[in-house]
């Protein structure tokens, strides 16, 4: 069985900046759980479909974002392949929501959740104007 971990929610004023992190626990992927994984973050607020944020390559750190992300949050990998982090800055009341992180099997930077494997159970978010 294998989890994923979100940390670092909270209740942020607008502006601030917030870290995400989202870590493997459980029955391991291997010595490096995100090595040969797509990592992605993903929000939902109340009454919306869930949205995609960002994602990441975990054996090269390529990434994409989404345009109303862009500029603003950025997606990255630790070295040693086990945490994922969502740095967040500039953050607006729009960004409110439940943010998830997700696991994939290979390689490809999917938008799509429906692509996604393994979820965390969630962290919330919530910026205050």
């Known amino acids: 069985q294998v989890h994923l971990v979100e940390s670092g929610g909270g209740l942020v004023q607008a502006g601030d900046s917030l870290r995400l992190a989202c870590a493997a626990s459980?029955?391991?992927?291997?010595?490096?759980?995100?090595?040969?994984?797509?990592v992605g973050w993903f929000r939902q607020a109340p009454g919306q479909n869930r949205e995609f944020v960002a994602a990441?390559?975990?054996?090269?750190?390529?990434?994409n974002h989404a345009d109303s992300v862009q500029g603003r949050f950025t997606i990255f990998i630790d070295n040693a392949k086990t945490t994922v982090y969502l740095q967040m800055n500039s953050l607006k009341v729009e960004d409110t929501a439940i943010y998830y992180c997700?696991?994939?099997?290979?390689?490809?930077?999917?938008?799509?959740?429906?692509?996604?494997?393994?979820w965390g159970q969630g962290t919330q978010v919530t910026v205050s104007s």
């Open positions: 990441i390559r975990g054996s090269t750190g390529t990434t």
């Open positions: 459980g029955q391991p992927f291997g010595s490096q759980p995100f090595g040969s994984k797509t």
């Open positions: 997700a696991a994939r099997s290979g390689e490809f930077l999917i938008v799509a959740a429906t692509a996604y494997d393994f």
